[in-house]
């Protein structure tokens, strides 16, 4: 981005105090600037926030801290210190009644499957890769090819469909090939099978603040405002005016209030949709189009105080059960004892995906709160006369939908935004990505030091696995298998075969055609290893068998070791794509 812009009057605007806004403000402050954070919510966190409820804390799903990024991991601690708890994990998935460890132990699973069922996925599984279906057209499809349709019966159908809210056979398999989802199983299975590859979605231990990550960011707001940035709370960004390509005003609305803002700069961590329909002129009808064209899924989180010490020992569970709405179980007090005000009572978090509008989203509280209950117990987790109480946080724009059409969707507004000098969009829904913190965090600290100088890609962040898809992607295989095409194996014995023949065949003749005293002292050492071989004309006979004999096992063991050398490589890389793909589908 271009940073000639500093001739307008004016603070730099930042729309959002979630971790992306906040780190912006806090990177921005750490240089001496005053930035302006317009937040719309009562708090700041934007998802990842802490809601309070009779002096119980709620988590929006669970957020575990887990990064790669050092200076992240650095500054959370600088945070927080003691503060910042270390957790070790556990969780299950409940199916049919039991429950299964996460991440798969092969013990566990057999013995909650039982030999008649185990045997039966093993048996799927082959017959899945012995006679895969020729058509790969849908999710269902693409799934049963690499698992088997037991397991994916068993520990993917439906949870997806609880998440996605579509039924798999509707999915695509090239929509799921394009990471549309972001939930966690089959990497679970793929790590008991196939052993562990590194996913971040089976880390075993993480961080967690002591009372819940809203704590993080209470304290980043207390950072910034201490270094004279200024925060606004239930102001909501409305209005975004620009002209030759610079934002000059953001109109926000507090209650009744409206104010203009001068801008200098704009980071915006708003929905990516949101913002385009918010730039007054209104960018061109495709833009617009492609921004109704983003969709996300939504996330009801029914929290319950259970009068009991801790009714399961997980963090969470996920729900694979078809028989209950609920998707996932987080039970807060296992994270932090601190999410608690005592130890008799214990708080629990039902989500329930759904979309903005739907039956659950618009559902009443206390029949969320009563739903949420029976279902509770149903699951033999909580008895009835346990849950003292409850209430309903409704969160939209919780994942992205990475549907068929995102990306065009998204290179459309992209390159409409090339056109601004001094907007950038960063985060989860300002990018229309899976940003997790740390890489929303990211994005708000590049897009500070591009403010300050700095030339950086904001949306290079987060695209190791985009890379990684790439590498492995089916167009990067076939390539790969072009190039590599198989050697016809008899065809090269033969030639190299001829070619030993006629070079033995040859060498012989010319030598006895030769003569002399002693003719080819050197060439007949050759009859140790061809038997009945002799510088003679006989043995140019001899001699050209043998070497056709020779030549042709080379060749073809050449060939054969080549071709199965590649076969190996391909096979290796047709693995990684599917851990790529499957690593996306099942992440929190
Ligand atoms: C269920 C669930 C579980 C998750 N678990 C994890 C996890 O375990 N670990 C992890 O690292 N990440 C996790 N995440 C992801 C994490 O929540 C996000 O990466 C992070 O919150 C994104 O930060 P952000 O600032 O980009 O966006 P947000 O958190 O969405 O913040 C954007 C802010 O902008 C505000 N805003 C929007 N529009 C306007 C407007 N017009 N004017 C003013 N303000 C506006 C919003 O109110 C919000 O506060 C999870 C997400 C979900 C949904």
Redesign the pocket.
Known sequence: MDAQTEDIDGPIVI???????LSAAHELVQVGYRPLV????TRVG???RTETFRGFHFD???????TKLHWIQQLWEEMLGKDFLKVSRLSRIYYRGRFFSYPLKMANALTNLGLVESTRIVASFLRAQTFPSVAEETFEQWMINRFGDRLYRIFFKTYTEKVWGIPCTEIRADWAAQRIMGLSLVSVVSNALFGSQGSKTLVDRFHYPSRGPGMMWQKFRETVEQGGGEIRLS???VKIFHRKGQIRTVTAKSGDTSIEYPASHVIS???IN?LMTALEPAPPQTVLEAAHGLTYRA?VLVGLIIRAQSPFHDQWIYVHSPSVKVGRIQNFKNWSAQMAPGPERTNVGMEYFCNKGDAIWSMPDRDMVQLATEELVQLGLAQHDQVEDGFVIR?P???PVYDQAYKGHLETIRSYLDGFTNLQT?????MHRY????H?MQTGILAARNIFGANKDIWSVNTDDAYLEERYSPRTIEAVKQTFSPLDAPALGTAVGSVCALLIFAATLWLVLKGGAVVGPNLSLLAQYFPGYSVTLRGTLIGAVYGFTAGFVFGWGIAALRNRLVSVALEKMRRKAVFSVIGRFFK?
């Open positions: 729309i959002g105090a979630g971790p992306a806004g317009l937040e719309v919510g934007g998802i990842a929006i799903g669970g957020h575990r801290f887990y102001t909501e960004a961590s708003m929905p949101c996330l969160q724009g919780a994942y960063i985060g989860r829904n300002g940003n997790n913190m740390d929303s929190p």
